[in-house]
């Protein structure tokens, strides 16, 4: 995805918010930190990081840790204009399905979505991030 300098610099700076959540990361289990951070179409910045628990199942990814967060401070109305997660573990991390999933219902399509690769940080637009999103529609 080509961008200019403003948006890459802004992505970058976003990049490093969701690093710095990964700090504040519980991962007693499996060592994996993971931070995400959100730009609302408002201009707000809302991060969050993985919490484990002992039975995985329960355990909740950062990118829907902010999410819940972003909607907890301002309401369910909230768009999300773009995406970093970001791991203290420099492993190739996008979003994991549950994850893309679950932004699908807040996230403008042409969203970006930043996130680390093999090859460094990849950014997508979160339409080819989640290309089919489930969608109920009720006539």
């Known amino acids: 995805m080509s961008m200019t300098n403003a948006p890459l610099a802004a992505l970058k700076s976003l990049y490093e918010d969701a690093r710095q959540a990964a700090r ?7 060592g994996f930190k993971v931070g995400a951070a959100l ?3 408002s201009g707000e910045i809302v991060t969050g990081t993985n919490v484990e628990n002992v ?8 990118e829907r840790s902010a999410l819940v967060r972003a909607v907890s401070e301002f309401g369910p109305g909230i768009r999300v204009a773009a995406v970093a997660v970001a791991n203290l573990n420099d492993s190739p991390s996008p979003p994991c ?3 893309r999933q679950v932004l699908a219902e807040f996230i403008l399509p042409d ?16 339409s080819e991030v989640l290309p089919l999103a489930f969608d109920m529609k009720l006539k």
């Open 111 to 126: 969203a970006p979505v930043a996130f680390p690769a093999a090859t460094g940080l990849r950014v997508m637009p979160f």
């Open 39 to 41: 730009r609302l179409a």
């Open 97 to 99: 399905g549950a994850c």
């Open 24 to 30: 504040n990361s519980y991962s007693p289990y499996s």
């Open 55 to 62: 039975s995985y199942g329960l355990t909740i990814c950062a």
